[in-house]
């Protein structure tokens, strides 16, 4: 599947953050609503990595999330039930958007990575589907 399929289904897409350059660097900034679809409920990150980590492996039934690579890279694959795609993160000024009921599996991080991620919902297990066949069978509903 192309990104341009699964971002016309609304399932993911990147979202764009503004910069702020000048000769002391760069700062991005987000405001919750504005920049992204949702009211930031939570936010998580994950770093100290192994480089053959493989992380998700589960979708939500109700969660959106923005996923960041902060710093260094990491891909993302993503799987709505009928058809998969993979993004490659690495810009600390691009996100990406997951609806709920996207199955997504993280590997292949580089040393220092950092992962931040944006959520709409406090962490909730209720709300995980960690098995994919239980998770096939929703997103046909
Ligand atoms: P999990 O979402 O499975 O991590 P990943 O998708 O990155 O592999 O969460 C790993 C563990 O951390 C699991 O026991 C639940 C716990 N956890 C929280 O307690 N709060 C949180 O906000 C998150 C994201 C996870």
Redesign the pocket.
Known sequence: MSHSESESKGHVRLIDLPVISDPRGDLTFLEGSRHVPFDIR?V?Y?YNVPVDSE????AHRELEQVVFALSGSFRLKIDDGKTKSEYWLRDPKKGLYINKLIWREMDSFSQGAVCMVLASHP?D?ADYYRDYDEFLKASKL
């Open positions: 939570r998580y994950l992380r998700g492996g589960h962490y297990e």
